[in-house]
Every structure is written in structure tokens, then in C-alpha cells.
């Protein structure tokens, strides 16, 4: 009952997360999502989305499950994809971690991918890697609502 509870409280976190990337998303709409906040060397709205993505799919695959993995990392960070792709990439992602997310409550987890040298501390189970996840998730909706919050700025400078 406890592994289950924490994979359907996982999934409910992830998905929270997801959810409310998209809000933001809709909310800037296109091609606002597409645009770099504060020039070349931050990320667009769109590319947080897609790199989040990615980063729940390798971290509960490859890290936790032992998939096979051809992560191209650099590339997420300039992706660019209309808000209909967006949302077709996070059901996706949500419906492949929730499969995930069963497997590793199940006991199925235990890889040894190299990337579990990333995690914080010296116990690195797979529910660190599945709190490592939630935690990236968490840290990168606050890039993506401070990104929307400078992109609104840059289009009407004068407070409220």
C-alpha cells in the first residue's frame, strides 16, 4: 500500500507541475513561448516544457528502469513546438511516468545508470530519483512563471 500511494502521490505531483506549465503556456501564448526572456542565454517557455519532458522520461526510463536512452540535453533547450505539440508531448510524458511510476512502486526500478552519481547525498534509491524528478519539475515551473513574468514585463514595463 505505501509504494502505491507514493506512485498515484507522485503522478498527482507531476502532473500538478505539468498542468501548470501549460497554464503559462497558454497564458503567453504564441509565439511568446518560443522567445528567450532575457536574450540568448535564457530559455523559452516552450524549450522549459520540452526539456521537462525530457527529464522526467530519462530520469524514471533510463535512471530508475534501465531503458535505453538517445537524451540529445543540449538540444531541448532550443526545441521549438506549438502549444497543441506541447500538450501532446506532456500526455504523453505523464501517461509513459505514470506506467513508470507503477513499475518502479512495483519493485522493477534498481538501474545503474551512471546519472545516479547526479542525485544528492549517498543513498540513492529509485524513490530519490522519483523525488529528484518532482523536485526538477518544481525548480523549472518557477524558471517558466519568472521567463512569462519577464516576457509580460518586456510588453508593458509600467507597473500596475
Not at 497554464?23 to 516544457?49: M, S, Y
Not at 511510476?101 to 544528492?120: C, K, S, T
Request: aromatic residues 4%.
Amino acid at each position: 500500500m505505501r509504494m502505491e500511494l507514493m506512485s498515484k502521490t507522485s503522478l498527482a505531483l507531476l502532473e500538478h507541475a505539468f498542468d501548470q506549465m501549460l497554464v503559462v503556456a497558454e497564458v503567453l501564448g504564441e509565439p511568446r513561448i518560443h522567445q528567450r526572456p532575457l536574450g540568448p542565454a535564457t530559455n523559452a517557455v516552450g524549450a522549459l516544457i520540452v526539456h521537462c519532458c525530457e527529464v522526467t522520461e530519462f530520469w524514471l526510463g533510463p535512471v530508475a528502469l534501465r531503458r535505453p536512452s538517445d537524451r540529445d540535453r543540449e538540444a531541448e533547450f532550443s526545441a521549438v513546438e506549438s502549444l497543441d505539440d506541447l500538450h501532446r508531448r506532456v500526455a504523453t510524458c505523464v501517461s509513459t511516468a505514470s506506467r513508470d511510476l507503477e513499475w518502479i512502486a512495483a519493485g522493477l526500478g534498481g538501474g545503474v545508470n551512471g546519472a545516479r552519481e547526479f542525485l544528492p547525498g549517498t543513498d540513492r534509491p529509485d524513490s530519490a530519483v522519483v523525488l529528484y524528478v518532482g523536485k526538477e519539475l518544481f525548480q523549472h515551473l518557477g524558471h517558466i512563471e519568472l521567463a512569462a513574468d519577464a516576457l509580460r514585463q518586456s510588453l508593458d514595463p509600467t507597473p500596475p
